[in-house]
């Protein structure tokens, strides 16, 4: 695979390193970090050997899928600040996301007619539900490619990517910023715990292309966010691809369960859940639950 991204990044000064293989893309992106390195720079590889998620989980990422990494400068930026950038990144990996759909859609399976291509557009008929994944060669709408708090990405209720941001403070106190990205594209990891997607069920598009649209994405969405300034926009444009707002939800905390209605995420990016007595409750991290899984919990 050729990595490259698009024309927009390499205009704004982003750089990339390719990998045929790593430990971590994040951690990766760290040690050129420490080593003096301040970014804007991607950092990818074809196979990702001991990736991580949120609370430390293991993210596999075998040939094929999507493992890359953002260093990014963050001079001048609060630290709470800072954190929002979890938001930039998934409201730019969701269009990336729809952008491959609609370049590189999944062709019929042979016998289902004489078009060479499904239309992108079209519902899915699992789209409601959220209980499956389309059936292979049939494209999810864009209603169906949701955003899940705080940093996941579902199609049709299954998580088809994660994002994973990380902060230190070097020698020297300045600060480094890592944003993570792990798409299942040509496959899903086995044994997992929760139901999973990839993106060749409904796309032909490859790492190489999902890279090249998601760094012109995150060039449009960061500069949006304009170092924490224009979050109120982000914010509204996260809510508008997020899964679930509006309806029952459950987070699992360490502490406690909280059940209710999932209103919004505030200012600060924390999830706004209104109680059935009515009272609203935020949230900082947690592991959420929507539909029947909420009602349920």
Not at 40 to 48: I, M
Not at 249 to 271: H, P, Q
Request: net charge neutral.
């Amino acid at each position: 695979m050729q990595f490259r991204l698009s024309q927009a990044a390499r205009s704004e000064g982003y750089r990339l390193h390719s990998h045929d293989r790593l430990d971590s893309t994040n951690s990766e992106a760290m040690r050129l970090a420490h080593g003096g390195e301040a970014g804007p720079l991607w950092v990818t590889a074809q196979r990702q050997e001991a990736g991580r998620g949120r609370r430390g989980n293991a993210w596999t990422s075998p040939d094929g899928n999507l493992a890359a990494s953002l260093l990014l400068p963050v001079a001048g930026v609060a630290p709470e600040v800072v954190a929002t950038l979890g938001f930039v990144a998934g409201c730019a990996l969701v269009d990336a996301l729809r952008d491959a759909c609609r370049s590189a859609p999944s062709p019929r399976r042979q016998g289902e007619g004489r078009d060479d291509l499904v239309v992108v557009e079209a519902l899915s008929p699992h789209a409601e539900r959220g209980d499956a994944l389309a059936p292979q060669g049939i494209a999810p709408s864009h209603a169906a490619i949701h955003l899940k708090w705080p940093n996941d990405v579902l199609a049709d209720g299954q998580k088809l990517a994660g994002i994973l941001l990380e902060a230190e403070t070097l020698p020297g106190g300045r600060r480094a910023v890592v944003v993570g990205f792990g798409v299942n594209i040509a496959a899903t990891p086995e044994g997992l715990p929760y139901p999973a997607a990839a993106l060749s069920a409904f796309s032909a598009a490859d790492a190489p292309m999902l890279l090249e649209f998601l760094s012109e994405r995150f060039v449009e969405a960061v500069r949006i966010w304009n170092k924490g300034r224009g979050f109120s926009n982000i914010r509204r444009r996260w809510l508008e691809r997020a899964a679930g707002v509006g309806a029952p939800v459950s987070v699992r905390m360490a502490e406690a369960t909280l059940t209710g209605m999932f209103e919004t995420i505030d200012e600060g990016g924390r999830l706004v859940i209104l109680a059935p007595d009515g009272t609203r409750r935020t949230v900082t991290a947690g592991e959420v639950h929507f539909g029947s899984a909420a009602t349920a919990a």
